[in-house]
Nanobody, 127 residues
């Protein structure tokens, strides 16, 4: 089981910056991709950015050039700890949402297709 916890949300004016973080740790010998999703009230949860264990990244078009995802990991045969951040610049009111950290197994033949979510951290951008 892997526990996922986000932190760092808050309120900022349009044009400002915030950094949010995610720590995932637990007993596992699997490899994981790490992603950010967000959900505004009354909308579906949407993809923001992802990074795999080779540091390959992918971003939603709406955040490209404004947000940067990064990670570092420590893992042995039985335990994993992964840290991920999302640096958010030039924020706009449309970025207001609950931001969720998701981790998903990469080596699914060995580990199965397993996904863990955090509880979310709120980001509010005022105009």
């Amino acid at each position: 089981q892997v526990r996922v916890v986000e932190s760092g949300g808050g309120s900022v004016q349009a044009g400002g910056s915030l950094r949010i973080s995610c720590i995932a740790r637990g007993y596992s010998n699997c490899q994981y991709e790490m992603s950010w999703y967000r959900q505004a009230p009354g909308t579906e949860r949407e993809f923001v950015a992802t990074i795999d264990n080779t540091a390959t990244t992918n971003y939603a078009d709406s955040v490209k050039g404004r947000m940067t995802i990064s990670r570092d990991s420590a893992q042995n045969m039985v335990y994993v700890q992964m840290n991920m951040t999302l640096q958010m610049n030039s924020l706009i009111p449309e970025d207001t949402a609950m931001y969720y950290c998701r981790i998903r197994t990469l080596n699914r033949r060995q580990c199965g297709d397993i996904t863990y979510w955090g509880q979310g951290t709120q980001v509010t951008v005022s105009s």
